[in-house]
């Protein structure tokens, strides 16, 4: 963890200095509607480098580049395929990310080296006004150290990487709670590359069927898509379900759906009483993070109704799983 502290500021107030601190080479955490994103100027090779040192992220990671507006995209890249556009007219500003080719004036570390690069324009108007008045695109990943837990709070962000980020504005609890969905859709059949925020189910509904490739740690489609990922510092293991607690003295937490599990767990974090998936995606790695801090040895997580955003959520559980090796 990095020394010192950023500034905290708030995002209802003045964004005329974060927006300078981030044209200005600097690293500025905000809010969007997934997650809290560690934004660098995508123009600045030096900037988007300091992402990478603050986020001990690889190289290999493209990061996605954030713009204020859908009528920027045409801008910075001139020509967008059909089905980009499409989407993009459909979806922004949203929980959508789509691929596009790299244009001359983003430096090729922003993309890892790819010839295409990762769109989106958050629905989130402080992270929009955030861009606006920086008047540059914004290169940003999640706010956390890579590989762990993404921040839907401020005060996670504050706590994984402390003074490595210069600026944090504060615009209270993300409303998704888990990564947008990304989209491929330069070709005839659109192919989700990282399921998200928006789910699948309404992606088919605007284009028809699409493909879901998703990435494991031999071969990530979305670089960043390793199969180890998203992980609690407490090694997480998914619940065989109709498996009974184990009483064996050990100090576990419990991450379930809707339903307060019997036995004896040190912590349980319910997602949502209502059993409403969207409400479980939001409170997702919140709930996670809260478990991490409760000083348990282990945490088990039940697997969420696997549709609709529940399918996104499954998919942060297992990669979380994927982490963990039982001793032994
Ligand atoms: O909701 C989100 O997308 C959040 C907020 C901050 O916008 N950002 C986010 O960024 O989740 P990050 O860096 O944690 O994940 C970016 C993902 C990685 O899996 C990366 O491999 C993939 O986007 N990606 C970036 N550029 C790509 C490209 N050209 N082709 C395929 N995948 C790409
Ligand atoms: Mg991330």
């Given at each position: 963890m990095s020394t010192g502290s950023p500034r905290v500021l708030p995002a209802e107030g003045d964004l005329t200095e974060a927006a300078s601190v981030l044209r200005t080479g600097g690293l500025v955490a905000f809010p969007t509607e997934t997650v809290y994103g560690l934004g660098?100027?995508?123009?600045d090779a030096r900037a988007a480098a300091r992402i990478f040192e603050a986020k001990a992220r690889p190289s290999f990671d493209p990061l996605i580049t954030h713009l204020?507006?859908?009528?920027?995209l045409e801008a910075l890249v001139g020509v967008v395929p059909a089905g980009v556009a499409a989407l993009a007219e459909r979806f922004w500003p949203g929980p959508l990310t789509l691929i596009v080719d790299r244009p001359e004036?983003?430096?090729p570390i922003v993309t890892s080296g790819l010839a295409t690069m990762a769109v989106r324009v958050p629905d989130n108007e402080y992270a929009r006004q955030l861009i606006a008045t920086a008047g540059v695109p914004v290169a940003a990943p999640s706010a956390n150290r890579f590989g762990q837990l993404s921040p839907t709070r401020a005060e996670h962000v504050v706590r994984g990487l402390g003074g490595a980020v210069d600026v944090v504005l504060d615009g209270g609890p993300t409303r998704c709670g888990i990564e947008s969905t990304i989209v491929?859709?330069?070709?005839?059949r659109p192919v989700v590359l990282r399921l998200g925020a928006l789910p699948v189910e309404e992606v088919e509904r605007f284009t028809g069927p699409v493909t879901v490739r998703q990435g494991s740690s031999g071969q990530p489609v979305a670089p960043g898509t390793l199969a180890a990922h998203y992980a609690p510092r407490t090694p997480l293991r998914l619940r065989d379900v109709g498996a009974p607690p184990v009483e064996d003295g050990v100090r576990r937490g419990y991450l379930a759906f809707r339903d307060r599990p019997a036995g004896g767990w040190a912590a349980v974090e319910v997602l949502s009483t209502a059993g409403d998936l969207t409400e479980a995606a939001a409170r997702l790695f919140e709930a996670l993070h809260r478990l991490d801090a409760a000083g348990v040895t282990e945490i088990v997580a039940e697997p969420v109704p696997e549709r609709g955003v529940g399918r996104a959520v499954n998919d942060r559980l297992r990669r979380a799983a994927a982490t963990w090796h039982p001793a032994g």
């Open positions: 660098a100027n995508a123009l204020a507006d859908a009528a920027d004036a983003i430096p491929d859709a330069r070709g005839d």
